[in-house]
């Protein structure tokens, strides 16, 4: 079946006024065929605008009503008419309109390449454009040239300014309107930038600074061109109006400066004023706590973010906090202050904290973080040093402590309970006692505080402190005589006094209680089987409860212990330590000695000593050998007091002879002028015989009707060493012939040499058999007794 089709002339779209002609193609081999013409679905008859002949439809004068959709077909008489064709839709569109651009953006700049662009508002092509300006049209030339739809003006002068406008033509169809006017300007000075950062001043290492390039904006649009002075050649950075320096070092700083550029070939601007970048390094913020790190539930903890920077620049602070999941779960905003205060702190503040200090876009280094540490409570604790027993004139130091915190505490001291009104001595957590004296016996607690407004601990746990008295004729003998013993051995104790060794009492306190001695008998105590329970601090008590020679008394269940003296060593006398093992009970070789936790000495036969004694020696010993480490000793260090015993000896004996050589002058010439009244006068003389084997005045008394003046001078045999003490003492006459002596004497002096031995089980002190007494007796002549020596 023949199909026909429709055909449009010229193209469409067609724009008002043109003549626009339709035409029907059937595609068969037959002629004489009829054509009939519809435009949307209404048959078109020949008018003064429409004309039909045969397959053509011609249109003239097309208007926007002449749109719409056209179709044929063919027919014959005695045969099949064709097909109807497909519908051809027409378009009728206004006149074409034309506009001028220009590149770069008026003004231009003298010197500049300008291209102007002619734009008809067409569907078609195939246009030749017509250039005017102010109204005469533009040939090519040498400055001039015309490609296509732009012109182009090289080397701009103020001549080139004025009124540039274009229309497009076409053969055999409308041509374009004529476009608007385009006014151009050319200028004749060269433009400068402006070069500008940010921040401005001076730039933090590990930061950014941002360089601006910055030119009128009334001049256009241009690209911008980065400089910076080196040792090379200037170079080109970025064709950017904005360039952005990451500033890693010191050598990132310098000169920079920027020019503009624009079209093609490029027309440069000139260079702007060099901009120096200052670089210091930049700082790193500081995070400081108050109180501590480790604080408790309910303080109030400061956090303070510090930054050393020389300028008076304010900074802003920001801080982070990272929580136990080591994800940031909190981010302080940005503050202006330098401090994060915390009231009342609870286990949800624990984390790490750090801070950045920033000026303007600059920042400085994070700091390092800190870890804040939030516990439940805090717990007071107090310990002793050296040890809790001692005896009056020792010093001891109790030492508070804070568990797990140790920063800003002060400490108040109670003793049974009752503030000590010098508890501020202790305020540092050192409460020292020196010397100590009986009254300072009791229990001891302390509590600390910190911060405003003041957080305290709960009271520490007490501390029984023990101070016995000073008295040589009471002592406690320990069997074997050491500090530390074997479990499973046995131990003796027993009190003696040299005037009366009834009415002691072996006592102890171990980590339970204070107890008697299980096995008392008199004065003694016998232990079969020792075991660690017995460890502890053992003394003797009269029945009024006077304590005296305490002594500290260690068992260990180990195989080696230290063998020490278990009295204190006087200060220049020699210290003498072994290692004993538990199954010879002997001393064991090659034993290392310690002192304070550090070794001291090395040696290979199991002994120590330290020839002379000084009060650095003090302290904790130990050994430790391959079987075994023994437990810790407290050695402790006495002064000697040989100096001021021999001055007091030099003095009481020049006081005796001198008061003896007196009164016998005295007497002598008294015996003379009143032989009837005079006293005999009985001088006798003893000699002892001293270590060395020489002899020695013991006594010389005078005596007095109501007090007895003696000068005593006791040599005390002690480690090798000789110490004499002088004691002057006045003691009361209390004879039944007291009347009588009065009647005879006013005065009695008594110079008196004692010499004690060396103390054993079988050899008492020495008795009034040792005293050899001097003794001169005089009658006062009218004398007041008030009067007398």
Not at 290 to 303: A, H, N, Q
Not at 547 to 571: A, F, M, Q, Y
Not at 756 to 770: E, L, R
């Amino acid at each position: 079946f023949p199909t026909s089709i429709v055909t449009v002339t010229p193209d469409n779209p067609v724009f008002t006024g043109e003549t626009v002609k339709l035409k029907c193609v059937i595609n068969s081999d037959h002629s004489n065929w009829r054509y009939e013409w519809y435009k949307d679905s209404v048959i078109l008859q020949t008018s003064e605008r429409y004309t039909v002949n045969r397959d053509t439809l011609t249109i003239r004068g097309a208007t926007e009503s002449d749109q719409g959709q056209y179709w044929c077909k063919g027919q014959r008489d005695g045969r099949p008419n064709s097909s109807t064709s497909s519908s051809l839709s027409l378009s009728v569109k206004g006149f074409p309109t034309s506009t001028v651009t220009v590149t770069p953006d008026s003004p231009v700049f003298t010197g500049e390449t300008v291209n102007l662009m002619c734009v008809i508002n067409s569907d078609h092509s195939n246009w030749r454009y017509e250039w005017y300006k102010d109204s005469v049209i533009l040939q090519t030339s040498e400055r001039y040239t015309v490609n296509t739809d732009t012109l182009t003006i090289r080397g701009a002068t103020e001549s080139d300014q004025g009124q540039y406008w274009c229309k497009g033509q076409r053969d055999g169809r409308p041509n374009s309107s004529t476009s608007r006017s385009l006014s151009l300007s050319v200028k004749d000075l060269k433009p400068k930038p402006e070069l500008t950062s940010d921040p401005a001043g001076a730039a933090l290492t590990g930061n950014t600074v941002t360089l601006t390039c910055r030119m009128d904006p009334s001049t256009g649009n241009w690209d911008s061109y980065w400089y910076k002075h080196t040792l090379n050649p200037e170079t080109e950075k970025k064709k950017t109006n904005s360039y952005t320096l990451k500033i890693d070092s010191v050598s990132d700083g310098g000169q920079y400066w920027c020019r503009a550029g624009r079209g093609k070939p490029v027309y440069y601007t000139q260079y702007s004023d060099a901009l120096w970048v200052n670089v210091t390094v930049f700082p790193k913020a500081v995070v400081t706590v108050r109180p501590d790190e480790r604080v408790f539930r309910g303080e109030t903890v400061t956090l303070r973010c510090d930054i050393k920077w020389g300028g008076d620049t304010e900074w802003t602070y920001r801080w982070e906090i990272e929580g136990t999941n080591n994800q940031y779960k909190n981010t302080v905003s940005r503050t202006s202050t330098q401090e994060l205060n915390i009231s009342g702190v609870d286990l949800s503040h624990s984390g790490k904290y750090t801070c950045t200090g920033q000026i303007h876009t600059q920042s400085s280094q994070r700091s390092d973080a800190v870890t804040l540490t939030v516990s439940a409570e805090a717990q007071a604790s107090v310990r002793v040093s050296p040890q809790p027993w001692l005896t009056e004139g020792e010093s001891v130091t109790l030492i508070c402590e804070v568990s797990g915190s140790s920063k800003g505490w002060t400490f108040s001291w109670f003793r049974d309970h009752d503030h000590l009104s010098d508890s501020s001595r202790g305020a540092g957590g050192s409460y020292t006692l020196s010397p100590a004296a009986l009254q300072h016996t009791g229990v001891y607690t302390c509590r600390a505080e910190r911060g405003r407004p003041a957080y305290y601990t709960h009271n520490s746990s007490s501390q029984t402190l023990w101070i016995t008295g000073v008295s040589a004729s009471v002592s406690l003998v320990i069997n074997p005589s050491r500090s530390q013993h074997f479990s499973s051995d046995s131990l003796s104790l027993s009190c003696e006094d040299k005037s009366n060794s009834a009415g002691w009492t072996v006592r102890r306190y171990t980590d339970k209680d204070t107890q008697t001695c299980a096995k008392q008998t008199g004065s003694g105590c016998v232990m079969d089987s020792l075991s660690t329970s017995d460890t502890g601090v053992y003394w003797c008590e009269s029945e009024s409860g006077e304590k005296r020679h305490p002594r500290n008394i260690t068992v260990h269940d180990g195989e080696v212990i230290l063998e020490s003296s278990v009295d204190p060593v006087i200060e220049g006398e020699t210290l003498t330590l072994h290692c004993l093992h538990r199954s010879t009970n002997s001393p064991i070789l090659s034993a290392d000695f310690y002192k304070d936790g550090s070794l001291i000495q090395n040696q290979t036969t199991g002994e120590m000593n330290i020839t002379t004694v000084s009060k650095s020696h003090e302290g904790f010993y130990y050994c430790k050998t391959e079987r075994g480490q023994s437990l810790h000793s407290w050695i402790s260090v006495r002064v000697r007091v040989s100096t001021a015993s021999s001055s007091l000896l030099v003095i009481g004996v020049s006081v005796g002879l001198s008061v003896c050589l007196l009164f016998f002058i005295s007497l002598v010439l008294l015996w003379r002028h009143k032989h009837k009244k005079d006293q005999h006068c009985n001088i006798q003389q003893t000699s002892v015989p001293n270590p060395s084997g020489e002899s020695l005045a013991l006594n010389s008394p005078l005596q007095s009707d109501s007090d007895h003046i003696y000068n005593d001078v006791t040599p005390v045999n002690s480690g090798n060493k000789d110490v004499t003490y002088s004691e002057v003492t006045i003691k009361k006459n209390i004879s039944a012939d007291k009347d009588k002596i009065m009647a005879k004497s006013n005065n009695v002096m008594y110079s008196e040499v004692r010499t004690k031995v060396k103390k054993s089980k079988d050899i008492n002190t020495a008795g009034p058999s040792d005293l050899t007494y001097a003794q001169i007796n005089i009658q006062d002549t009218k004398k007041s007794k008030s009067k007398g020596p």
